[in-house]
């Protein structure tokens, strides 16, 4: 499982990625929603997008899943925060995690979004 980790914070991101990996899924990292898009309107195909809300740039996590998703209909998207308050408009068939979450939390969400598909 291909899997896009969107996350302005080194740390956060790199664990982010170790615990995608440690779950058995292939992970590409960028640290914000433009660089992102980007790679979406290039063709590149993921399976998930997993993606922090409040981030530098033009769009934050919420605008970036929507954009994936007229891009790439089926990319499963796991939206991270640490802010209370950050619930807008999940699109359908998404995952909200709060952050610290645990390793078994982003599993859930990872073999969710697996089963989307």
């Known amino acids: 499982m291909r899997v896009l980790v969107v996350e302005d914070e080194p740390l956060v991101r790199m ?12 992970v590409t990292a960028v640290d914000n929603g433009d660089a992102a898009c980007a790679m979406f309107e290039t063709g590149e195909v993921f399976d998930v997008l997993f993606t922090d809300i409040r981030m530098p740039g033009n769009l934050d996590g919420w605008e970036l899943a929507k954009r994936a998703r007229q891009l790439l209909p089926t990319v499963g ?17 998404s995952y909200f995690l709060k952050k610290p979450y645990r390793l078994v939390e982003l599993k859930d969400a990872v073999n969710s979004c697996r089963s989307c598909r």
């Not at 664990?15 to 292939?26: F, K, M, T, Y």
């Not at 802010?83 to 068939?93: C, D, Q, W």
């Open 15 to 26: 664990a982010a990625e170790e615990d995608l990996i440690e779950l058995g899924c292939a």
């Open 77 to 93: 998207v796991i939206y991270a925060s640490g802010y209370p308050g950050t619930m807008v408009e999940p699109l359908p068939n």
